[in-house]
């Protein structure tokens, strides 16, 4: 056979290996996605013993900075003020308990082993938190010079955003 007459061949061959890898990739990418839908509807499970606020009626935006970042959680309608209130009551506890190290309501919704969660509460001396309103909810701000619990913020709101779903998103 020539090598033209062998081009055709390996052609198809080649096609073939893409096609089957393709559709192993699919395979893959589908049981992520369905992984992923089971977690957050864990979470939202979960979240319900922890946060007083409705999550289908909140949104949590999580924005990085240089030196740590700022959670912030609004009632997705800024005039029910029965959200309002329930969240600022949520953050004004967790600030004050973040602020002693003491990260067990995250953990106990997004399990022990959450990035960044550890780091947290061995440096949590080396974090300002600072709680303050917002006019739809209430915010906390995370302050540190220490550029590996920078990370660990950064790691840990993007662990937060990713097991809430519909209901975070980054700054």
Same mark, same amino acid.
Do not use: C
């Given at each position: 056979?020539?090598?033209?007459?062998?081009?055709?061949?390996?052609?198809?061959?080649?096609?073939?290996?893409?096609?089957?890898?393709?559709?192993?990739?699919?395979?893959?990418?589908?049981?992520?996605?369905?992984?992923?839908?089971?977690?957050?509807?864990?979470?939202?499970?979960?979240?319900?013993?922890?946060?007083?606020?409705?999550?289908?009626?909140?949104?949590?935006?999580?924005?990085?900075?240089? /030196?740590?970042?700022?959670?912030? &959680?609004? !009632?997705?309608?800024?005039?029910?003020?029965? $959200? +309002?209130?329930?969240?600022?009551? =949520?953050?004004?506890?967790?600030?004050?308990?973040?602020?002693?190290?003491?990260?067990?309501?995250?953990?106990?919704?997004?399990?022990?082993?959450?990035?960044?969660?550890?780091?947290?509460?061995?440096?949590?001396?080396?974090?300002?938190?600072?709680?303050?309103?917002?006019?739809?909810?209430?915010?906390?701000?995370?302050? /540190?010079?220490?550029?590996?619990? &920078?990370? !660990?913020?950064?790691?840990?709101?993007?662990? $937060? +955003?990713?097991?809430?779903?519909? =209901?975070?998103?980054?700054?």
């Amino acid at each position: 056979m020539t090598l033209k007459n062998r081009r055709i061949p390996l052609l198809l061959a080649g096609v073939a290996v893409i096609a089957v890898a393709s559709a192993g990739y699919m395979f893959v990418g589908q049981d992520a996605q369905q992984a992923q839908a089971a977690r957050q509807a864990e979470i939202a499970a979960k979240s319900q013993q922890v946060m007083p606020f409705d999550l289908e009626r909140t949104t949590h935006r999580f924005t990085k900075s240089a /030196t740590g970042g700022l959670q912030t &959680v609004t !009632a997705d309608d800024p005039v029910d003020v029965q $959200q +309002v209130k329930l969240i600022r009551e =949520h953050l004004t506890k967790e600030a004050v308990g973040f602020s002693k190290g003491d990260y067990g309501d995250p953990a106990s919704i997004h399990g022990g082993e959450m990035p960044g969660l550890r780091e947290l509460e061995q440096g949590h001396n080396q974090v300002e938190i600072r709680y303050a309103e917002h006019p739809a909810g209430a915010q906390i701000t995370y302050t /540190t010079s220490d550029p590996s619990l &920078v990370k !660990a913020l950064h790691a840990w709101f993007d662990a $937060q +955003v990713s097991d809430h779903g519909q =209901h975070a998103e980054h700054g």
